[in-house]
C-alpha cells in the first residue's frame, strides 16, 4: 500500500476504555505523517507498530484538549529514544508557545528541532509541499478555530515498459523525461514518443480530514471527489439541538458534506461516549450516503 490511513483514536472528548481521543497516521509514498494527537497517542502509534522516529510532519486541527494533549508526551518519548532528525509540526499559531512553554519549565531540551508553520485562524490554502504531495488546510467550523486537511497526491509518473525501453537502444539518463511524458531523441536525431515506451500513470488519490465541525458548506470545494473523507459525528440525529449548540455534527449532516462533495468513501468518528454502539448513525448517514463506515482505531484505509 502506498498510499493509507490508520485511524488510532475515533473517539470524542472523553477517552474510554476502548476509544481515544482523535489521531490518525497517514503513510504516503514513505511519507509518514500523523494528524492530531490526543492524549495517548504514542501509546496508540507503538500498539499499531508505527516507528514514531519515522514521523515526518504532525498536523493539529485545533488546540480542544482531545486533539492535542498527547503531543509533548510524543515529542519526549522521541528524544528519549534519540531521536535527532527534526520534525514539522503545522497547526494554530498559539501551539508553538504552548509546546515550549511546557518543554522549557520541565527543563527539557530536545536532541531534534521542532519546526513549527503556523496556521493563521482564518488562513485557507496550501500548506505542504513535495515532490509526490500536496497538503491543503481549510476552516471548519467550530467552537475556536479549527482547520480540516485534505492530502492529495500528485500526478504520478508513467510506468517504464522495460523491455520495450531497452530494444530501443535510449540511454537511461532519457527515462526521467519519458516517465515525466516527454518524447526523446537518440544519437541520430531520430524522435522516440514516450507512449511507446511508458504506460499511463496509476491514478492518484486523496483524503480529507475533518474534526471538529458544525455542518458547513463552504468545506465542499476544498474536499470535492475525494477518495476518502473522514468527517466527524459526534451525535445521531435525536441530539441534533445539542450537535448545534456544541458546533459538532451529526452523521447525517457529515452524510450530506460526503454526498455534495462526491466523495467515494465517508468513515465517521468522534462518537460521543454516551451512545452505546454506532447503529442509529450509521442508519441515518446511509440514507443519505450509501458509503458510509464508521472508523474503527486500528483499522487502516487504502487509498
Ligand atoms: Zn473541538
Known sequence: MSFYIQFLGTGSALPTLNQHPTS??????????LIDCGEGTQIQLRKRSVKIQKLDAIFISHLHGDHYFGLVGLLSSMHLLGRV??????????????VRMQLELGGAS??????????????????????????????LK?????????????????????????ESGLSLLQIPDLKKGIDVQDEK?????????????????????????????SIVSWIAGVDVLYHEATFA??????????????????AKIA???????????????RYDDSKAHLREARSHFENTFEAIEGEKVQL
Do not use: W
Open 85 to 98: 532528525k527534526a520534525i514539522s509540526i503545522y497547526g494554530p499559531e498559539m501551539l508553538e508557545k504552548i
Open 259 to 273: 454526498k455534495m462533495a462526491k466523495v467515494k468513501k465517508l468513515y465517521f468518528g468522534h462518537m460521543s461516549a
Open 189 to 217: 536525431g531520430v524522435t522516440h514518443p514516450f507512449k511507446k515506451y511508458t504506460t499511463k500513470p496509476k491514478p492518484s488519490s486523496s483524503y480529507a480530514f475533518c474534526s471538529d465541525t458544525a455542518y458547513s458548506e
Open 24 to 33: 490518525q497516521f497517514i503513510f504516503c509514498q514513505n511519507r509518514y505523517f
Open 110 to 139: 530536545l536532541g531534534f528541532d521542532l519546526n513549527f508553520f503556523p496556521i493563521e485562524d482564518k488562513f485557507e490554502g496550501l500548506i505542504f509541499e513535495d515532490k509526490v504531495l500536496e497538503v491543503f488546510a481549510f476552516k
Open 237 to 254: 440525529n435525536k441530539d441534533k439541538a445539542r450537535a448545534k449548540a456544541t458546533l459538532h455534527s451529526t452523521a447525517e449532516q457529515a
Open 142 to 166: 467550530h467552537k475556536i478555530p479549527t482547520h480540516g486537511f485534505v492530502f492529495r497526491e500528485k500526478e504520478k509518473e508513467r510506468g517504464l515498459l522495460a523491455n520495450k525501453f531497452k
